[in-house]
């Protein structure tokens, strides 16, 4: 008989969990490895809710499996490390982003960018390299290789710096990649949620101009005056343009928006294929090309870039037993602009 999710390891953990693709999450007891010899645990004190979490727990994109403990936006105190961790203490203020695990023998691992591996395994709905499957943030204890671990700087506040672990990595990383951060390129950002307003900071903390493209006008002056963007959208006059939305929508617009050789970088995820329109690539010499997360070295480097910018997330703190909830609203776009749930402070609230 196979044994209990709360009976396969020695240390005991308590989260959420949706049981299958209904969405619901309900109070769940299972275990994490123990602290192995280059592992980091840490209490978890909060954890972001990503719209890929959404996603996962209604197998909306059909590889979820079940029981599934979503949230890659982890952050947390020390509580044990491994003997032969060089890079963190207990006591130390650390995350856990979107992954736990790569081959790191690949091309891309030796390039610091294990988000590109073809063995690369993400922190939730996944299995880890011992065999065991891999459960999310939404948990009161964390086990991670301390190569998946960053330090989270002592002046960001843990809670607001959770969700950079996912969009700020997101956009972060094509920004530089691409070459859209340079003093005075013209940037567009489509989509004003968790990914889009952090990429408008961050393209501001850049020197760079900023055009908000949005389907809810209301947003624009939000967009302008509390983030920083310089208009809504004008056709032609972009450099690039990172597209942020998570559900299917058109191309055709975005492209228009572009100057000539400029940009087009796909960072959402939709559930249904999108029509690419060639005339105006083959016209204006445009490129449409995607981005996922980033490598462990590229975070670090995100994560001080924002503490020196003074960057994080404007987020809305939830409880435990507030995460359906969320969770619906989420869905409804009813959030300014990422939800994190405080783990440490009301995981009593689901025991």
């Not at 980091?40 to 990503?50: A, D, E, L, P, R």
């Not at 294929?273 to 670090?300: D, H, N, W, Y």
């Not at 809305?316 to 939800?339: C, H, I, P, Q, S």
């Amino acid at each position: 008989m196979s044994k209990l999710p709360e009976e396969v390891f020695p240390q005991k953990a308590l989260g959420l969990a949706a049981k299958d693709n209904s969405g619901v999450l309900t109070p769940f007891k299972f275990s994490r490895r123990e602290t192995g010899d280059e592992d980091v645990t840490f209490k978890v004190m909060y954890c972001g809710i990503c719209h890929s979490d959404l996603h996962s727990i209604k197998n909306e994109w059909g590889y979820s499996f079940f029981p599934l403990v979503p949230g890659h936006e982890i952050v947390g105190i020390v509580s044990e490390v491994g003997h032969k961790v060089s890079k963190f203490k207990v006591g130390d203020r650390v995350g856990v982003g979107c992954l736990v695990g790569s081959c790191q023998t690949c091309d891309s691992c030796s390039k610091d960018v294990e988000n590109y591996c073809n063995k690369r395994i993400l922190t939730y709905n996944s299995v880890y390299h011992n065999g065991s499957v891999n459960y999310g943030g939404y948990s009161d204890i964390m086990v991670a290789n301390e190569r998946y671990v960053v330090k989270i700087p002592d002046s960001m506040p843990l809670d607001a710096s959770a969700p950079l672990l996912c969009v700020g990595i997101t956009v972060y990383s094509p920004m530089k990649y691409f070459g859209l951060c340079e003093p005075g390129t013209h940037l567009g950002v489509v989509g004003l949620g968790g990914l889009g307003h952090v990429a408008v900071k961050f393209a501001k903390a850049f020197g760079m101009k900023v055009t908000v493209i949005s389907t809810s006008p209301d947003k624009e002056k939000e967009a302008i005056e509390h983030l920083g963007a310089d208009s809504f959208a004008v056709m032609g006059t972009l450099d690039g343009i990172l597209d942020t939305v998570s559900v299917p929508h058109s191309l055709l617009p975005m492209l228009g928006l572009l100057k000539a050789d400029g940009k087009l970088i796909m960072l959402g995820l939709p559930d249904k294929p999108l029509e690419v329109p060639v005339f105006p690539l083959l016209f204006g010499r445009k490129t449409v090309a995607g981005s996922i997360m980033g490598g462990m070295k590229e975070t670090q480097e995100m994560l001080d870039f924002a503490a020196k910018h003074n960057i994080t997330a404007d987020i809305e703190v939830v409880a435990m037993d507030y995460v359906n909830t969320a969770m619906e609203r989420l869905a409804k776009g009813d959030v300014r602009y990422r939800f994190v749930i405080d783990i440490a402070n009301t995981i009593s609230k689901i025991a």
